[in-house]
T-cell receptor
Framework: DAKTTQPTSMDCAEGRAANLPCNHSTISGNEYVYWYRQIHSQGPQYIIHGLKNNETNEMASLIITEDRKSSTLILPHATLRDTAVYYCIALMNRDDKIIFGKGTRLHILP | EAQVTQNPRYLITVTGKKLTVTCSQNMNHEYMSWYRQDPGLGLRQIYYSMNVEVTDKGDVPEGYKVSRKEKRNFPLILESPSPNQTSLYFC????????????FGEGSRLTVL
């Protein structure tokens, strides 16, 4: 799996867009970028994933740079309930070892 | 409802007393995995299984055993628990072809005295 690098923590004002960066400069061509979040001590929750193109779902948008060396998860209108640790991982389909780093702790400020 | 169910959710035990944490999923997923989470160390993979009777070690397998006799179940066994196995444990599963879309259980908080 490609190693990913994320900031340890970030703050965002409630109602604003939260932009969470992830660097994956060694990502290979067939590795996807996945995002998860973990609220307090609950089980992590899948958010979104992508390969090359930008992706959007009901939870978030994922912007992947053209060279695929970095990506940004966007929560368009952050709420207090979005306070969580966000994990970015890179892996291929059918990967067996799925390794999470330490993620970014996002604080949404009222 | 699609879910991954872990039991027990909370357990306090003593050193050396064998215990099993069960994990069951109802989504017919091939892939299952166990993680532990400790403050400052993030999620670390203990064991994983790609299908029935196929298991392999993750990054921190010492002191743990697993089995995968049925597709839906993937129990985590601590033969002789020690205090350094005090942790929050998560089970997860996914379809093999969608390996990255893991579904996680609610977690099992284990304390070994």
């Amino acid at each position: 799996d490609a190693k990913t690098t994320q900031p340890t923590s970030m703050d965002c004002a409630e109602g604003r867009a939260a932009n969470l960066p992830c660097n994956h400069s060694t990502i290979s061509g067939n590795e996807y970028v996945y995002w998860y979040r973990q609220i307090h001590s609950q089980g992590p929750q899948y958010i979104i994933h992508g390969l090359k193109n930008n992706e959007t779902n009901e939870m978030a948008s994922l912007i992947i740079t053209e060279d695929r060396k970095s990506s940004t998860l966007i929560l368009p209108h952050a709420t207090l309930r979005d306070t969580a640790v966000y994990y970015c991982i890179a892996l291929m389909n059918r990967d067996d070892k799925i390794i999470f780093g330490k993620g970014t702790r996002l604080h949404i400020l009222p | 409802e699609a879910q991954v169910t872990q039991n027990p959710r909370y357990l306090i035990t003593v050193t050396g007393k064998k215990l099993t944490v069960t994990c069951s999923q109802n989504m017919n997923h091939e892939y299952m995995s166990w993680y532990r989470q400790d403050p400052g160390l993030g999620l670390r993979q203990i064991y994983y299984s790609m299908n029935v009777e196929v298991t392999d070690k993750g990054d921190v397998p010492e002191g743990y055993k697993v089995s995968r006799k049925e597709k839906r179940n993937f129990p985590l066994i601590l033969e002789s628990p020690s205090p350094n196995q005090t942790s929050l444990y998560f089970c997860a599963s996914s379809l093999w072809v969608k390996g990255g879309e893991l579904f996680f259980g609610e977690g099992s908080r284990l304390t070994v005295l």
